[in-house]
């Protein structure tokens, strides 16, 4: 058995002389989840609709689960962005025709369905029509549309939009559980605190070519530290610090204080800056050195922040 | 295969478990009832005309006149109400009065509603004159009753002036060359009188353009079918997610094949609802009449002329229906297909518009070469079918009907699949570089 689910190689994608995807290259172990970050217009759509095979690589390859793309969707669990299912089905139907689909003999679908609508709290509307289910009952009913036939891999496209402060905690419990038994996530979101608290693995895409794939430690590390010093300081006696760039006036603190946040170089450390301060006798009163969160990583890894 | 089978049957309990299938399936049916019997009964549930005759013309022809009322009596039936009364001439009026009085009282007589309609003869020099004065909203009605009869009584009076002998004036009156129009094959046969006659002479003409306008009326639905289930996956997302389960050839033709099992589900009831009639039929009539019908019916459709209906309409169904799934993939609502759809509905409507004449002249030139366009076709052949036609004409408009049902899968597939991974709007330029392979898929 291959010990990757998903590998692309040098996949591009042009739409006339305009390149949504350019280059990419990443592969996903079995059993991992990877987060597909990006900020919305990145790709990460036209990316997943290639891993899928619904849209041709203009140059490159994709292999899912040892197969080009396209060849083992029986085998891959997809939930696209913008969600919805035949509104005037019973959510059991819906599940029993999708799992039908993905090669489940019906009365294996059925009695999976009725146990994962069980799971979920859904039994009572298992038989009441689409339409008269609330928006959250519905993205329910659309992800045990995705998982009931048992996929190896799991795509989901920007899964939490949309959601509910409990069912995205609710879905990412999912997550977990698909990934311990064994299932290869994906996931696209632009929102990183879920990909903070999930994924192993991180690809981040930004307009159309990925500036970093790797853990979650090593993008936080593409990042700059932070210093936040609180005392009557300015920016230019900041400034003089080892390794410190740029110094953010975030407020007054009292008595004649301010609390300064200051990014540090990348390769120096708040020990250099802090030991400087204190010998040259600024009047720091309090001070925390912080790592940086994958959100600002995000924003330094796809430039976002000088835009 | 499997996936296919399963759209399919999805598509097909979509459409008829709903209460809407249910009362379309009555609707073609009542239409064709309701547009037969409805004039019937307007015709015949006309009050009944009470007349009266004032004869001044000096011929004493009131006896004839009378007669020529009666004969447009009221009969008893459930469609027969109406019909003309005769009644004695109101008060006022006499035959020896003169024309101008007659004028003068007339119209207040008719006003005063005492009768609803007075016909007063008079002579104008030699010329026999009817004034046929009705209520409002009645006129002209007894007038197309006993025109025949009125213009016989100038006849007859002419024929008098003449010296011609009354019988003599009576035959020529009815008297009629025999014409019989012929066939090289209905000369062939034994000739018979009768309806099953009439049913073989005429029964290939009315069953080419019932099957003209039955194969249009399910083209045309089945296409609205499957454009506006596209439309509504299109619209509620879920397209995406079945793309991602089956090919977009398991889509489309299990789509297609579905509302096809639709239309087959119509049709079958219709036809059994016309041999449950035709049955009905059948029994009440005498039984030589009924058997020689049948016969004649069942000539009229030989197996290899069925195939060739079927292949008719198999094309047409390809062409029309991948095209209009293909159009509703690129759409959320009505609204957006119509820019494709108002010419493409045009392109449907123009075979229509040809089945009248086609219907009395089959074989007008400028309906065979219509009949070669490859989207008239399916229309226009099943109606030429009725009369023979050399092989190379059938062969030649089968072929170019497949190949266009070829492209037309071939472009609706691309189109399929990039309508329904985009949000953009549909025009013909768009469809045009999907057709020749310009859009990035």
């Given at each position: 058995m291959v010990d990757r689910a998903l590998s692309l190689m040098g996949v591009s994608k042009r739409y006339g002389d305009f390149s949504a995807v350019s280059d990419l290259s990443f592969e996903v172990k079995r059993g991992a989840i990877c987060g597909f970050l990006g900020p919305n217009g990145a790709g990460k759509t036209t990316s997943v609709r290639m891993m899928l095979g619904l849209s041709e690589v203009s140059a490159g390859r994709i292999d899912v689960l040892g197969r080009p793309?396209?060849?083992?969707l029986d085998r891959i669990g997809f939930m696209p962005e913008e969600r919805g299912l035949y509104r005037k089905m019973t959510p059991l139907d819906v599940i029993v025709f999708l799992a039908g689909l993905k090669g489940v003999k019906t009365a294996a679908a059925r009695r999976r369905g009725k146990a994962m609508l069980e799971a979920q709290g859904l039994e009572p509307f298992m038989n009441k029509q689409i339409r008269s289910l609330s928006k959250g009952m519905s993205q329910k009913v659309q992800l045990i549309s995705c998982l009931v036939h048992e996929p190896e891999l799991v795509i989901l496209d920007?899964?939490?939009?949309?959601?509910d402060p409990v069912n995205q905690q609710g879905l990412e419990t999912v997550i977990r559980d698909l990934a311990r038994q064994g299932t290869t996530v994906l996931f696209s979101t632009h929102v990183m605190q879920h990909a903070e608290r999930l994924c192993e693995q991180v690809v981040l895409l930004a307009k159309g070519r990925k500036v970093f794939e790797g853990t979650l430690q090593a993008a936080r590390a593409a990042a700059p530290r932070h210093l936040d010093l609180e005392g009557a300081l300015n920016e230019a006696d900041l400034l003089?610090?080892?390794?410190?760039v740029a110094a953010v006036d975030m407020g007054e603190a009292g008595d004649g204080a301010h609390v300064w946040q200051c990014h540090l170089k990348k390769g120096h450390t708040a020990h250099e800056a802090l030991k400087a301060a204190f010998l040259r006798g600024l009047d720091v009163r309090r001070f925390e050195a912080r790592e940086p969160s994958l959100h600002e990583a995000f924003i330094v890894l796809t430039g976002a922040g000088h835009e | 295969m499997n996936k296919t089978f399963l759209i399919a049957r999805r598509e097909y309990l979509a459409f008829v478990r709903t209460v809407g299938f249910w009362l379309s399936l009555f609707t073609l049916p009542l239409i064709i009832g309701c547009s037969i019997f409805i004039p019937i009964l307007m015709r015949h549930s006309a009050p009944v005309e009470t007349v009266a005759i004032l004869d001044l013309?000096?011929?004493?022809i009131e006896g004839t006149l009378a007669e020529a009322v009666r004969a447009h009596a009221p009969k008893p039936?459930?469609?027969?109400?109406g019909g003309l009364k005769l009644v004695p001439l109101?008060?006022?009026?006499?035959?020896?009065?003169p024309p101008e009085d007659a004028e003068a009282k007339v119209p207040n007589i008719i006003g005063s509603g005492q009768v609803a309609s007075i016909i007063v003869a008079t002579d104008n020099g030699g010329r026999l004159h009817f004034r046929i004065w009705s209520s409002d909203g009645h006129k002209g009605r007894v007038e197309n009753l006993i025109q025949w009869d009125l213009h016989g009584l100038q006849y007859y009076k002419l024929a008098e002036r003449h010296g011609i002998d009354h019988s003599l004036a009576h035959d020529m009156r009815e008297s009629r060359a025999d014409i019989v129009s012929l066939t090289p094959a209905s000369a062939a046969a034994p000739k018979k009188d009768g309806v099953a006659e009439r049913v073989r002479e005429n029964g290939g003409r009315f069953l080419g353009i019932a099957i003209s306008y039955i194969t249009w009326i399910s083209i045309f639905s089945s296409s609205m079918i499957l454009l506006g289930s596209v439309i509504e996956e299109k619209a509620s997302k879920v397209l995406e997610v079945l793309l991602a389960s089956a090919s977009t050839e398991s889509l489309l033709v299990g789509k297609v094949l579905g509302v096809a099992c639709v239309m087959l589900t119509v049709s079958g009831l219709w036809a059994l609802t016309a041999f449950a009639l035709s049955s009905y039929g059948f029994a009440v009539m005498p039984s030589g009449t009924s058997h020689e019908i049948a016969a004649a019916v069942s000539g009229l459709l030989s197996p290899g002329h069925i195939a060739l209906l079927l292949a008719y309409f198999t094309g047409g169904y390809l062409m029309f229906g991948v095209f209009f799934a293909a159009i509703g993939a690129f759409c959320e609502t009505q609204k957006d297909a119509q820019a494709i759809i108002g010419p493409m509905t045009i392109v449907l409507m123009i075979p229509m518009m040809t089945m009248q004449v086609a219907f009395t002249s089959p074989d007008l030139p400028m309906l065979q070469y219509m009949s070669w366009f490859p989207l008239f076709t399916p229309f226009l052949m099943p109606l030429r079918l009725a009369q023979p036609l050399p092989w190379y004409e059938i062969a030649g408009t089968l072929a170019g009907m497949g190949v266009v049902a070829l492209i037309m899968i071939g472009v609706g597939r691309r189109a399929f699949r990039a309508g329904a991974l985009t949000g953009g709007k549909l025009t013909w330029g768009a469809l045009f570089r999907i057709a020749t392979r310009q859009a990035a898929n």
């Open positions: 793309a396209g060849q083992a920007e899964p939490f939009s949309g959601l003089t610090l080892p390794g410190i | 013309s000096g011929d004493h039936g459930m469609f027969d109400n109101p008060a006022g009026l006499s035959a020896d009065m």
